[in-house]
């Protein structure tokens, strides 16, 4: 089955512990995107990556990391820094070429205490 | 940054009803998607249209670039349909989302 998957569904850590979150894909996608959504919110952009080895930031990147040493995985960190890091993160992936579409994982629900 | 707003911010129909949800952009783009988010929160998509108008059964959605709105059409309702609407617009890279329409449709 072609798709997007998230790992955990839900996590749980305490306040000032850095918590990375998986994010895979076998739909030979060249992007790849993390979203965070908070309630009653749309969608905002942490990073995104075009091609491997190589990622930008989005609108709220700042205390969040991220890597792309392979096509099909695009794992997110949330660092101490994150002032409000209990969220709902949501990763995407689109193909890149003749279509700019992007399509969904089902999310992590993070909260941090 | 493109600015994109929704409206109405909430709706509810009578299952069988017809509803028009807008959504308004900024700028020009070059991608715009709709979604529907499921109770448990997994986006559904229902149309990349960043221009030009698509049907899918009950849905159909236009997109005028030129005016910088779309439109999701949902006819004959159910109630399967609720949930939140989202619109998202921008460019090959960055899309930036709505509020979302809030729909809830009753028996």
């Known amino acids: 089955d072609g798709g997007i998957t998230q790992s955990p569904k839900y996590l749980f850590r305490k306040e000032g512990q850095n918590v990375t979150l998986s994010c895979e894909q076998n739909?030979?996608?060249?992007?790849m995107y993390w979203y965070r959504q908070d309630p009653g919110q749309g969608l905002r952009l942490i990073y995104y990556?075009?091609?491997?080895?190589?990622?930008q930031k989005g609108d709220i990147a700042e205390g969040y990391s991220v890597s792309r040493e392979k096509k099909e995985s695009f794992p997110l960190t949330v660092t101490s820094a994150q002032k409000n890091p209990t969220a709902f993160y949501l990763c995407?992936?689109?193909?890149?070429?003749?279509?700019?579409?992007?399509?969904f994982g089902p999310g992590t629900r993070l909260t941090v205490t | 940054g493109i600015q994109v707003e929704q409206s109405p911010p909430d709706l509810i129909l009578q299952e069988g009803a017809n509803s028009t949800l807008r959504c308004n952009f900024s700028d020009s783009v070059n991608n715009l998607q709709w979604f529907h988010q499921n109770p448990w929160g997994q986006l559904i998509n229902l149309f990349y249209i960043p221009s030009g108008t698509k049907q899918n059964g009950r849905l159909s959605a236009t997109t005028v670039a030129t005016e910088r709105y779309s439109l999701l059409y949902i006819s004959s309702s159910q109630t399967t349909d609720s949930g939140v609407y989202f619109c998202?617009?921008?460019?090959?890279?960055?899309?930036?989302f709505g509020t979302g329409t809030r729909l809830q449709v009753t028996l």
């Open positions: 739909l030979n996608h060249d992007a």
């Open positions: 998202a617009a921008g460019t090959a890279s960055k899309l930036t």
């Open positions: 990556s075009q091609i491997v080895n190589d990622f």
């Open positions: 995407a992936s689109s193909p890149f070429a003749a279509t700019y579409e992007q399509y």
